[in-house]
């Protein structure tokens, strides 16, 4: 039964730093794509970052620079470190895989960045 857990979400200071973990189990965690999405109020769910089984990654134009996906085989760990935080990176973040052609998402962290 595969399985996402994401954790470290909270409220942060703008320009502060989170780093959000997402546990997985249930399938071979090294051969897949892993993604972090996010969904703020009254918004569709958009793709963050994403890391392929050999470790190349992407970001998009938004967090490009500031947010950088890693992950660790060993652990079935994928991490989402988020520096210089603004208030429109304010969000529910989730894990996300595809496995044959099926999404799998974790239940998501919020991440809540305000003064």
């Known amino acids: 039964q595969v399985q996402l857990v994401e954790s470290g979400g909270g409220l942060v200071q703008p320009g502060g730093s989170l780093r959000l973990s997402c546990a997985a189990s249930?399938?071979?965690?090294?051969?897949?794509?892993m993604n972090w999405y996010r969904q703020a109020p009254g918004k569709e769910r958009e793709l963050v970052a994403a890391?392929?089984?050999?470790?190349?990654?992407y970001c998009a134009a938004s967090v490009k620079g500031r947010f950088t996906i890693s992950r660790d085989n060993a652990k079935n760990t994928v991490y989402l470190q988020m520096n210089s935080l603004k208030p429109e990176d304010t969000a529910v973040y989730y894990c996300?895989?595809?496995?044959?052609?099926?999404?799998?998402w974790g239940p998501g962290t919020q991440v809540t960045v305000s003064s």
């Open positions: 890391i392929t089984s050999g470790g190349s990654t």
């Open positions: 996300n895989t595809r496995l044959q052609g099926y999404d799998f």
């Open positions: 249930g399938f071979t965690f090294s051969r897949y794509f």
